[in-house]
């Protein structure tokens, strides 16, 4: 049975493939899914007020197997690159997804080992802000978890 929205493709407005190089991104809202025995989060961006473009979204990756120490250290270094570009102090914030929902941030697209157009580099941000969700200082080691706990 074929599906009824397959047959009304829109070909009003073309996608503009961006060319590499440097581009300002706004971030639109995230979402989560499965990719293969990834977790990921999707962002899609606009450039120049366009989103109706390729290549149109970022995917932060983190592996599904937590023995994978290898690609857990890559996600967690991309990770924070990402948070870095997008004004995020990786280091101090305890930040969700949400909370990069419209921001701007210095990105390099270029093409990658499959000749795909990606993000493949993040720019620092000039400044970087620190985010909490809750009323509490996160404990920076076990000796100051036990401190914390026994201060309640």
């Known amino acids: 049975m074929a599906s009824s929205w397959f047959s009304r493709a829109d070909d009003s407005r073309d996608f503009v493939i961006l060319q590499e190089g440097d581009y300002t991104i706004q971030l639109g809202a995230p979402r989560e899914e499965r990719r293969g025995n990834y977790d990921a989060v999707i962002f899609p961006f606009q450039t120049n007020g366009n989103s109706n473009i390729v290549p149109h979204e970022i995917s932060i990756l983190y592996p599904t ?67 909490h969700h809750n009323a509490q200082p996160q404990p920076q080691n076990v000796y100051q978890m036990a401190e914390t706990a026994l201060s309640y």
């Open 65 to 131: 197997d937590q023995n994978d120490k290898t690609g857990i250290d890559r996600s967690r270094r991309i990770l924070a690159e990402f948070y870095r570009c997008f004004g995020v102090d990786p280091k101090s914030s305890t930040a969700e997804p949400s909370d990069f929902y419209h921001r701007f941030g210095k990105v390099h697209i270029g093409r990658n080992g499959n000749g795909y157009m990606t993000v493949d580099r993040f720019y620092k941000s000039e400044t970087l802000e620190t985010i």
